[in-house]
């Protein structure tokens, strides 16, 4: 996912993009473990869990169905919570982290 660069300086370009880093991950409050599991049920199983963790908390979701990969991020914005960023994991498939925002 895309997202503007913000705080962009006079003498740089009006539109700069950068990309989530990998290396800028936070602990989790919570995994969830949707592995196997295929869309919609990881994220029923995130908007199940999300009201457990505190508000500015991260919950990570491991997922290895390619429409979390893109429908978790949407739904971060259709419910105005924050896409962290998603890491592909060793055993195949994703840790895609969201923070809860209310």
């Known amino acids: 996912m895309w997202r503007r660069r913000s705080g962009a300086s006079k003498s740089e ?6 990309e989530p880093r990998a290396e800028a991950r936070e602990p989790a409050a919570l995994t969830i473990d949707a592995l196997g599991r295929k869309c919609p049920i ?7 869990q999300i009201n457990q963790v505190p508000m ?3 919950v990570e979701v491991l997922a290895d169905d ?6 978790i991020p949407a739904w971060c914005r259709l419910k105005s919570h924050a896409h962290v960023g998603s890491v592909e994991i060793p055993q195949g498939g994703w840790s895609i982290q969201v923070r809860r925002n209310y």
């Open 66 to 71: 390619p429409a979390a990969f893109t429908d």
């Open 42 to 48: 990881p994220i029923i199983m995130l908007a199940d």
């Open 56 to 58: 500015g908390a991260v």
């Open 13 to 18: 370009p009006e539109e700069q993009w950068s």
